[in-house]
């Protein structure tokens, strides 16, 4: 879970799964929570490809030319 302070908020959730959650004991609060971190984490990894793909491109493209600096390093 995220750290820092709390801030509460509303959320609307399906009333079906929000009854199942309170039988079963779910932290709703925590679970909620949870969930938006993993979303921003996935978010954030996929923009963070996206935004360097090119880099990423052009350094495979530089090492499939040259190889690697340190391929004499190597145990394999």
């Known amino acids: 879970m995220a750290d820092g302070p709390r801030r509460s908020t509303n959320l609307t959730i399906s009333e079906a799964l929000v009854e199942q959650a309170r039988a079963l004991g ?5 679970a909620a929570e949870d969930g938006i971190l993993r979303a921003v984490s996935m978010v954030s990894d996929e923009r963070f490809a996206a935004d ?9 493209t530089w090492l499939a030319e040259h190889s ?7 145990a394999f």
């Open 26 to 30: 779910v932290n709703m609060s925590a």
């Open 68 to 74: 690697s600096p340190l391929d004499e390093f190597r």
């Open 52 to 60: 360097n793909r090119g880099k990423m491109e052009a350094w495979n």
